[in-house]
Nanobody, 126 residues
Framework: QVQLLESGGGSVQAGGSLRLSCAAS????????VGWFRQAPGKEREGVAS????????YYADSVKGRFTFSRDSAETTLYLQMNSLKPEDTAIYYC???????????????????WGQGTQVTVSS
């Protein structure tokens, strides 16, 4: 059982930055993919970034590539999402998640993640 708790959301103007944090109740890298997802009003939940179990490189959605950076602390119990050059279309509730992934990879598919945080609101104004 993995419990996740996000923080760091808020309101910023376009072009600004925010850093989201996700505290995990256990060591996140063993067995689990970890990821960040977001859901805007009236839209489906979409993947933002994922990180494979055991380390490696983060995978990003095209919409955030070059602007967002996924990292975690050395204890691997806190995940971060650094968001730069924010745009109004980044406005959403952001969730961190953990799950088994598929065949050793971590696609940004919500159904492959079975542990979710409660979400944190990010609002970007123009």
């Amino acid at each position: 059982q993995v419990q996740l708790l996000e923080s760091g959301g808020g309101s910023v103007q376009a072009g600004g930055s925010l850093r989201l944090s996700c505290a995990a109740s256990t060591y996140t890298s063993i067995r689990n993919c970890v990821g960040w997802f977001r859901q805007a009003p009236g839209k489906e939940r979409e993947g933002v970034a994922s990180f494979p179990p055991g380390g490696g490189f983060a995978y990003y959605a095209d919409s955030v590539k070059g602007r967002f950076t996924f990292s975690r602390d050395s204890a691997e119990t806190t995940l971060y999402l650094q968001m730069n050059s924010l745009k109004p279309e980044d406005t959403a509730i952001y969730y961190c998640a953990a799950g088994p992934g598929r065949d050793g990879s971590c696609p940004l598919v919500p159904s492959l993640y079975n542990y979710w945080g409660q979400g944190t609101q990010v609002t970007v104004s123009s």
